[in-house]
């Protein structure tokens, strides 16, 4: 892949001062994250770790990620509505993994019940590698698609003007200007009016559903403003708050604190250590209303390892998108080797391979928020305890891709500017809206790119690992 910056990086006063600049223009672009040391306040606050240079993408990849996101999008919704599949791509799962069991049961629970939501609004984010083959060529990979919380579309909606700077001072003003425009906080925005509309209260409120610890508040706040610039009333709660002040009235119409909700944005609800009893009733409280959840409990359920897995089944895709074989060639020409370790010959098979040659594999349990793959000898270690119990059903087993390094610096609060050997990953986001069986809004909503030093083998930028970046496309 090309190297654009390689006078660049060797020039070590030249990055000095462009570094100064970088820093400075970011907090000044308002690319910000609150502090380890007070995580719960914004008084004190540091820029968001980004790289000094933007990072070279392939053009044709980056233009193949962007087309086949409106297919990603159908993908999920589809697989969101078909109850069938869920229960048996998640049968394994569920009887090794509590927390997909908890939200299973959530689900059946729901739809026993009937559903009460009628909009239904999908926000993800598909993230890709660049597979360096042999020959030098690169392909584009799917690493997972994010159905719940996915973050950074607002601090990257401010990340390219940061580089563009950055480019002029370092002399590269032509290659400042062909960095592309990119704003996920306003798409993901236009996705939540438009089920707010749909919804059909103008005195709704939007409520934010946050962590209780908020590092990366100011990402959320760029896609709350853009609702508060709509006059959409924006309102923020944890789980705790919805199971003391939540209710339902008699149309199962969501209500905090007396303030009607139309739309759900989660931004918590991803992990277990999440839930108590408390939450876990809260949850179902939420999934239980007419609320437009994003995403609903289906929607996160199809965004499992699990179902990743499955889909790359031969003949999976077709029943899940009849009639749409073009589509179904566009997502498939994305996914990497994907294995199942369910009990039997096939999972016993696979099991033995990546035991003896572990450095082929990453081996993925069922949860989101980076940090949580296993690798080289760690992977063969878990496998090797795992192997002959049931445990291992609630693990996949991924093809490792392996990209082209790149020179860059990343930009770290406290940290020494040094070179680093780096890999980036490429985010698309998705927004679609749903009315009943009515396709309404079906967008790629802007990327994301996440770039990290090469000994780092997993974890995203608020798991502390990688860093914001711009694409610069060759």
Known sequence: MAEPWRDVVRDAAAVRDAAAVAVDAALLAGVLMRTGEQPLSSDVVNYAPFTLLPSAVPRALFEQAYAVQLDFNLLVDAISQNKEFLEQTLASTI??????????????????????????????RSDYMFDCGLDGTAALKQIEINTIAASFGGLTSRTADVHGLVLKVLGKTEEASRLLPNNPSKGL?????????????????????????????FDQRCVENELWNRNIRVIRRRFRDVF?????DGSRRLYIDGQEVAVVYYRDGYVPQTYDQQNWEARLLLERSRAVKCPDIATQLAGTKKVQQELSRPGTLEKLLPGRPEAVARMRATFAGLYSLDEGEEGDKIAATAIADPQRFVLKPQREGGGNNLY??????????????????SYILMDKIKPQPALNYLLRAHSPLQVSECISELGIFGVYVRQGQEMVLNEAAGHLLRTKAVQHADGGVAAGVAVLDTPYLV
């Open 95 to 124: 009887k090794v993994d509590d927390f997909t069991a908890r939200l299973f049961r959530i689900y059946m629970q729901v739809m026993e019940e009937g559903l009460a939501q009628t909009v239904f609004l999908g926000i993800n």
């Open 189 to 217: 925005a236009l996705g939540i009016v438009k089920a707010w509309e749909l919804y059909g209260s103008q005195s709704a409120a939007v409520m934010f559903l946050g962590e209780e610890i908020q590092r990366n508040i």
């Open 244 to 248: 003391e002040k939540g209710s339902l």
């Open 376 to 393: 080289g000898e760690e992977l063969r270690q878990v496998l090797e305890k795992i192997k002959d119990t049931p445990e291992r059903t």
